[in-house]
């Protein structure tokens, strides 16, 4: 008799973190079976991945790209869906057993929420839901039975350095950061850098939004507020190394002494797979890591005045409450605005304070008081923006 084949949903399945776990998915083809597809506004990618991957249920960000999608497709049946309300059908379908969570941005808590409501096991790409709601995914994680599974490479680090451990025996978790392609320029020089510079990353490539978050290291900030929920720990006990050969993902101090680390291949496919199989292991395609080659590992403290969004991070961190939500919405307002090439990079971390500065900060009840947060943040942020063209 044939064994049953766990089931994958995959959010995202067109942007870089879909395209790499449908990779997986195929090589790994006796294990795992996609059911189900969401994407944004690339049809003929999706309609790529459907004739290959035969999931029972698609879903595009519009009605247009759906209908445009139903006009292309010649192959079988397969439910054709579109919206928030698409994306979060194929996350809480009854037929997953795994989603990985990989749309960019607040467009992914919806989905991802669903996915935890419904107890799935959740890959989770989409640091910005946890950035904006983690008290709230960890609470209904609870209620379902959800497992939460990090799929950034750095809390994936931590997550496999915490196993078997007692967190109470944890002093510091550490994540890495290879610092972009703006850690050896020097402080004047950043500001007059270009979007294509930005989007030059030396180490990852990935979507533009996470490309743009990981040269100012807003990326890193978010990754802090993440893995404060993730792991359920004081802001104190989280902090930052920029290691530029991206090879130490994360390191975990011990109260004694023993600091843990864990080591990969600079490549998302490396935890990816292990989110996706966890706790098995299954042989990765990729040549093993050769220390040897590599040569010598740097550690450096992250230089706060060249990176004003991370300093910004930390504090929303430390302040809690509605600030990471604002924070959150306000950053991805004024890197949307980066990425249509109306603003300079040396004046995004200004427009972002200002975003913050003008937010009452008060506490967030419920997910509904979350979407109201981020709504009002980006109306803020469109009016600064204004302004200022
Ligand atoms: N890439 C990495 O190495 C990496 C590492 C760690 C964490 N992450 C996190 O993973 C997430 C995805 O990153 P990425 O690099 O894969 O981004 P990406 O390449 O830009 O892909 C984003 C995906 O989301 C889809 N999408 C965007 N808005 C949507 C919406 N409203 N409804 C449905 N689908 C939507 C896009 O669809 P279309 O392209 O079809 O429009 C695409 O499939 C982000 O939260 C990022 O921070 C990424």
Known sequence: MEHRRETIAILGSTGSIGRSTLEIAARLNDKYRV???????????????TAEFKPEI???????????????????RVRVTFGPEGAVEVAGRSGNDIVVSAITGIDGLGPTLAAV??????????????????????????????????VDS???????????QKMESVSRVILTASGGPFFRTPLGEIGRK??????????????????????????????LIEARWLFDLDPARLDVLIHPQSI??????????????????????VPIQYALTYPEREVSPLPALDLSRIGPLEFHRVDERKFPLFALARTVLEEGESLPVALNAANEAVVGAFLAGGVRFGALAGLVERCLAAHVKRPVRNITEVFDIDRETRETAKIILKQRT
């Open 154 to 164: 750095e809390h994936s680090g931590v997550f496999q350095c915490l196993a078997g």
């Open 35 to 49: 059911t189900g597809l969401a994407a944004g506004s690339n049809v003929t990618l999706l309609l790529k991945q």
């Open 117 to 150: 409501k419904a107890g799935k096991k959740v890959a989770l790409a989409n640091k910005e839901s946890m950035v904006v709601a983690g008290a709230f995914l960890k609470r209904e994680a609870a209620r379902s039975k959800a497992r939460i599974i990090p």
């Open 58 to 76: 698609v879903s595009l960000r519009t009605e247009r790209d759906a209908a445009e999608f139903r006009r292309r497709y010649k192959g079988g």
């Open 194 to 223: 270009t979007l294509d510079d930005a989007l030059r990353h030396p180490r990852w490539r990935m979507g533009k939004k996470v490309t743009v978050d990981s040269a100012t290291l807003m990326n890193k900030g978010l990754e």
């Open 248 to 269: 130490v993902h994360s390191l975990v101090e011990m109260r004694d002494g023993s600091v843990l680390a864990q080591l990969s291949r600079t490549d998302m496919k």
